[in-house]
T-cell receptor, first 114, second 114 residues
């Protein structure tokens, strides 16, 4: 079945550590996205990529980094520079081009800073 | 600033009853409005997408309506089931942009009790 796989589902980090969240899709989608979800807030865009080897900052990119070396993969690194990293992280993908392109989301990764 | 506001924040109804969730937005002009269902601890799943020219869109027991003049949308759930317990998120796309500029509402948390 086609879909998006995020791992790990749960992750604990000590302050000062970098962590990397994995996102893999087999939908053959060109675009991939990382969102952050906090209680009582709408999803906020961290980074997105519309083509391999290219990515753009979203609304809250500070303290995060990404890479897009393969079409299928878009890992997110939460660096020690992110001051409040505890959150639920969602990866999504979609086609690109004209019209409404449905976002397909992964199951999410919950990061907790100890 | 573009905003999407949803009401109520939370709702509890008996199994088998109908309910209506509201979405008011200030995004203008816009190209499409989407409703997503998000189970606890999971990623959102698309329910409906309506372009600015559409008034209604159904997906099984879910019916979304759109009034572009008043900038309001509603999601009506008929004959609710326990599996409808989830958060429902309204999302608006500004005209001329794609998924990189979505504005997400904070969601309505729906609980169905037997």
């Amino acid at each position: 079945d086609g879909g998006i796989t995020q791992s790990p589902k749960y992750l604990f980090r000590k302050e000062g550590q970098n962590v990397t969240l994995s996102c893999e899709q087999n939908l053959n989608h060109d675009a991939m996205y990382w969102y952050r979800q906090d209680p009582g807030q709408g999803l906020r865009l961290i980074y997105y990529s519309q083509i391999v080897n290219d990515f753009q900052k979203g609304d809250i990119a500070e303290g995060y980094s990404v890479s897009r070396e393969k079409k299928e993969s878009f890992p997110l690194t939460v660096t020690s520079a992110q001051k409040n990293p505890t959150a639920f992280y969602l990866c999504a993908s979609s086609q690109t081009g004209a019209g409404a392109n449905v976002l397909t989301f992964g199951a999410g990764s919950r990061l907790t800073v100890l | 600033k573009n905003q999407v506001e949803q009401s109520p924040q939370s709702l509890i109804i008996l199994e088998g009853k109908n309910c209506t969730l509201q979405c008011n937005y200030t995004v203008s002009p816009f190209s499409n409005l989407r409703w997503y269902k998000q189970d606890t601890g999971r990623g959102p799943v698309s329910l409906t997408i309506m372009t600015f020219s559409e008034n209604t869109k159904s997906n099984g027991r879910y019916t979304a309506t759109l009034d572009a003049d008043t900038k309001q949308s509603s999601l009506h759930i008929t004959a609710s089931q326990l599996s409808d317990s989830a958060s429902y998120i309204c999302v608006v796309t500004p005209l001329g942009f794609g998924n990189e500029k979505l504005t997400f509402g904070t969601g309505t948390r729906l609980t169905i009790i037997p």
